[in-house]
């Protein structure tokens, strides 16, 4: 995403376009705080993920620019039928019916 205000608007022309069940994106660039602005930008859709900066907020002011944070987002009928395997800060695992998502972030 490059941040969640530069790729926000990309992933609601994706949605308009192709309404995917699904969507699996890195950095974000939230901090823990404000991870539910996905919820509230995306309605059709709920989230699960998390930020990587939740160590760096909670050492005091935040320095130096904003990394990471991996989430997915998914629609809001698949809600009954998905289940959160686990969420890290680099890794979030989701399993929807019968099928298992890994959206994984390994910077260089």
């Given at each position: ?11 609601s022309d994706?949605?308009?376009?192709h309404?995917p069940d699904?969507?699996l ?7 823990p ?5 996905f ?18 907020v ?13 989430i997915?987002l998914?629609?809001?009928d698949?809600?009954?039928v ?6 890290d800060?680099?890794y979030?695992?989701?399993k ?10 390994m910077?260089?």
């Open positions: 995403m490059h941040g969640f205000h530069q790729g926000q608007s990309t992933v994706l949605i308009t376009e309404n699904l969507f994106l890195q950095e974000h660039w939230l901090t705080a404000n991870l539910y602005l919820d509230t930008h995306f309605a059709n859709y709920f989230s699960i993920g998390s930020s990587a900066m939740s160590k760096c909670g050492q005091g002011i935040l320095r130096g620019r904003p990394f990471g944070g991996t997915i998914i629609k809001n698949l809600r009954q998905t289940h959160t395997v686990h969420c800060e680099r979030v695992i989701v929807v019916t019968n099928y298992l998502f890994v959206n994984v972030y910077p260089c």
